[in-house]
DNA sequence: AATGAATGAGCCTTCATTCAT
DNA sequence: GATGAATGAAGGCTCATTCAT
């Protein structure tokens, strides 16, 4: 029942439920449109369990954070079944790929997408966190695989620039949801549409930025 | 001061002063957060007047969704410059700029991105017309030039992903702003910004594009 | 269209307008629960125009109560139909089928039952006018009639017991419409079925009060 | 003070004071008029509570009337004092008396009178139920009280009628008393007072009823 | 260690009234 | 003389948080 944790008197069980309610909330509702109430009522909780527990509502919803982006990068990780021997272009559709299953995961517990689109539209304090620990190393990797393609003397611009263009065009489909289902009702998000999904990105950029290469030693 | 008497039976003034006010409050705070004591306070008007003018809050939010909608497209129309008898790679690079100039306009007054961004990230009831009268519209003249290039046979998903790429390159510079900021604080968006990154966003996309019609006719 | 009144300059038009829809209004929903706008709405007329015609909410309401007694007792006076010379039994049986028709008529633009009945359950600044000006001289004027079958030695507490016991009878209709329309939904109140009711108030009284008369001469 | 623990898990005492202070305050000022702001102040409990312990204003009201009419009938049920065995002279007695001092109780926090009186005036949701639990079985009870009188064969509207008399007469000390305090300001409702009110009422219904039965037998 | 009642600031809205044409 | 825009006080309700057990 009870996790022996570093806290032996706290309950360990109490924290995970309220970060699983937290998550599936905060995704839904937002940070403000949330409210301890509905959070405590689905995680079946007292309702000063938060503030017991984490303190405050944002130190709940930062806790969620770490939790959700912790979970899903251990479960897709960048180079998701790639090795540094594999060839550039492997090496890109599977940041593309697993990129795509992180931000439009819809396993049961998973809400890391929609947390961070929120984080995005209306950043928090967690986001200066999450940033450097999270985001700054994902780019920069993204940033050297790039330099593979557009070669030693790239401008730094042109690199973030190809970057954003590759990054862009998977967020998309994250960002504009709302929109985009509405527009096209009949897509979905199954493991297979996106495979397809990052075929298409990583083809469409791999022509893009040999293009800029081109274009840039010339 | 002086009264424009567009509107004889309403005060034309008041209107105005309320929809400044609420844009900037509502692309700063969100629909939640903003309250009309602040925009009531920023408009100099008494708090009563949203009642008055609007009917309700929502309906305030609605009205600014649609004044700033109408202002931008007014100002940056997605042909931008061209006729129907330019090439298309000029009517390309039209529709990408227009589109960054739209979401990115930092003129006084000018809120249409974040409300936009943020129209997103948590829709409201509004989101609905907007997406009927505006978005579907330009989505449709976008495929409408992807025809072009892509081949009168090209696959319709193929023309969407296609779009999609074009689209998603330029709304993250939107919708990640936040974090793009503090990744590259260097990184500005005055006119001449926005035109070298409409440039590279449309030379990638053209790369990508003609790749993708080669592969679709083969 | 415009009456010639001693207040040449001022509608009244307009103040015959808001005197109706306040009637209707105020019947419907009280003095508190009715609006001056709902009112002014209805009366077809600007939202100043009960300060400017009446000074304000209350005093409209005091108009409008005095209008509506003075109307339905023009209508249907308490000798209804009688002279001093009709017997007493005639005498009783014209006080309680009038009073009856003025508590509970329907007519198009007759709302003083229901007024008053308000004006019991909730009294405002108007009902001490309205008992010293008409309900204490109804009330004497039953006492008088009533003094007739008990006989000039009557003790006045009875004949006021009496009075009541009358009076009751016939207010029970109006004032637990609202239940009695629940326990009796097919009870309806046109002037065929206020004959019967007064009927019978009128024999049950009568019985009551011989009754009375004898107890009290023993 | 003193925390009477029969409702283990919510604060009865809290409870209790916004029951108490909620019936004075609705008997004064009405549904409407009552501000949930003054409840809270009379009840010295904090201005959240009434939403903690009762959901909203609504549900006060409704627990409050519930409250007060449970009080009022188990200190003077209708039987008050009689048995089935008892003449139904005395029985009838028993009825009126025990209706006067539901009706005219005087007592500390006992608001039942002019709360039902309001609600009569104005209804609310409450009334609905207030009619099927607790008035149709009042009345039914006086119905067949009155058939015994009657006779077997009596018509039904006859019955009715008969009730509406009885009760009628009862009410109108309720309905109209700040009319009667006007017209007869010595007028008291001591205990006294409401036996001598409730032996008229009674005889001189007994007379009508009788009268009537004989008419109705010709 | 953990509960649930209590807190008070703040939210959107409604209202009768007044003011400037 | 009559309008309709503006006013500001108050209304019911929600919320994250704290307190007493």
């Given at each position: ?103 439009l995961d819809q ?10 689109a929120r984080e ?99």
């Amino acid at each position: 029942m009870s996790q022996t944790t570093e806290l032996p008197h706290t309950s360990a069980e109490t924290r995970h439920r309220l970060l699983m309610a937290g998550a599936e909330i905060f995704a839904a509702q937002g940070f403000r449109g949330a409210t301890v109430r509905d959070i405590c009522a689905k995680a079946g909780v007292n309702i000063a369990a938060i503030n017991y527990h984490f303190g405050d509502k944002v130190r709940l919803y930062e806790s969620v954070l770490q939790d959700q982006l912790g979970s899903v990068l251990q479960k897709y990780p960048p180079t998701l079944g790639t090795s540094p021997s594999s060839s550039p272009d492997e090496r890109l559709y599977a940041f593309v790929f697993s990129f795509f299953l992180r931000v439009l995961d819809q396993s049961p517990g998973s809400w890391h997408g929609p947390l961070m689109a929120r984080e995005m539209a209306e950043p928090t304090v967690a986001l200066d966190r999450l940033v450097e620990t999270v985001l700054r190393p994902l780019i920069d990797a993204l940033n050297t695989l790039l330099a593979e393609f557009l070669g030693p003397d790239a401008p730094p611009p042109l690199i973030q620039a190809c970057a954003a263009s590759v990054v862009g065009q998977i967020l998309f489909y994250r960002h504009c949801q709302p929109v985009i289902s509405k527009l096209n009702p009949s897509l979905t998000y199954r493991r297979e549409d996106l495979e397809r999904l990052a075929r298409h990105v990583t083809d469409f950029s791999l022509a893009g930025i040999r293009a800029m290469a081109l274009e840039s030693q010339r």
